[in-house]
């Protein structure tokens, strides 16, 4: 058995500072970070992700899929926001995974280094939906092989759902950072997601963090929702 504590990233996804400003003092301390992502950066910008983040552990969420120049000149326009993990798309190819894996080596001190987490096959696609986009042979090798590539190439993590779990870990071990978005506390609506497993299943399987957006930003109360997730993750 691995010593592992699974700890949960609240995604707070929202155009609205205030609104992600209460969410965040609410969930805390029983998320260990909180997610900032496209609709908050499109809508509030860089700066409202710094005022946010202030004091704590912040995962920018901006899943950079470009050509390996832009991705890491991206990467570099990144320096003062000092997020402590940064998703790429895996699928945006091996140079591109090591252009980011570069600029971030280049652009942060080894202390403050993001974390590079490369998003595999995200977790609203099934078998079908993926085989839609002309990728066969089902969700499961794909997110091998697109870890395989990643981490060869300089990613630190990977974002997967909790179904990839316990092959990722056969695979390649303790040491890839696992983040499983797909969280849904049992009861709570999928929505969009396809590939779900509860906040306990995932920490069975091997996942590092857990992210959950909307069963605790759609809560009555946010922070009741994010302590008993936390409270689930310890048992
Ligand atoms: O990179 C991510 O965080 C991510 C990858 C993925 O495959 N699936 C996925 O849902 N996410 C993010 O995780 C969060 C999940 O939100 P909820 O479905 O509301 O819990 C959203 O902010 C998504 O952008």
């Keep these: 058995m691995s010593d592992r504590r699974t700890r949960l990233i609240a995604a707070l996804d929202t155009r609205d500072p205030r609104e992600a400003s ?31 983040a202030a004091g704590r552990a912040l995962f920018l969420d901006l899943k950079l899929h470009d ?20 998703t790429i798309h895996a699928s945006g190819g091996a140079a591109m995974v090591a252009a980011a894996s570069h600029a971030l080596n280049e652009n942060f001190s080894t202390e403050n280094r993001p974390v590079l987490l490369a998003v595999t096959v995200l977790t609203s696609l099934d078998d079908a939906a993926l085989a839609a986009t002309g990728v066969e042979g089902g969700v499961r090798s794909q997110v091998l092989r ?3 590539l ?13 179904h990839e ?35 306990g299943e995932a920490r069975d399987a091997g996942a590092d963090w857990i992210v959950v957006g909307r069963p605790v930003t759609g809560a009555a109360d946010p922070g009741a929702a994010a302590a008993a997730i936390a409270r689930e993750l310890a048992e």
């Excluded at 779990?165 to 040491?175: K, Q, T, Y």
């Design 22 to 52: 209460r969410w965040a003092d609410a969930v805390t301390p029983h998320a260990s970070a909180i997610k900032l992502g496209l609709e908050f950066v499109y809508a509030a910008g860089l700066e409202a992700v710094s005022e946010i």
């Design 165 to 199: 779990l316990a092959a990722l870990r056969a695979e390649f071990g303790d040491s890839p950072v696992l983040v499983t978005p797909g969280i849904r506390p049992q009861g709570a609506a999928a929505g969009d997601q396809k590939r779900v497993m509860t906040p």
């Design 146 to 148: 697109l870890a395989d």
């Design 67 to 86: 050509i390996p120049n832009t991705v890491g000149a991206a990467i570099g326009s990144l320096s003062r926001i000092n997020p402590a993990m940064l």
């Design 150 to 162: 990643a981490l060869r190439n300089g990613a630190d993590g990977l974002v997967c759902s909790a």
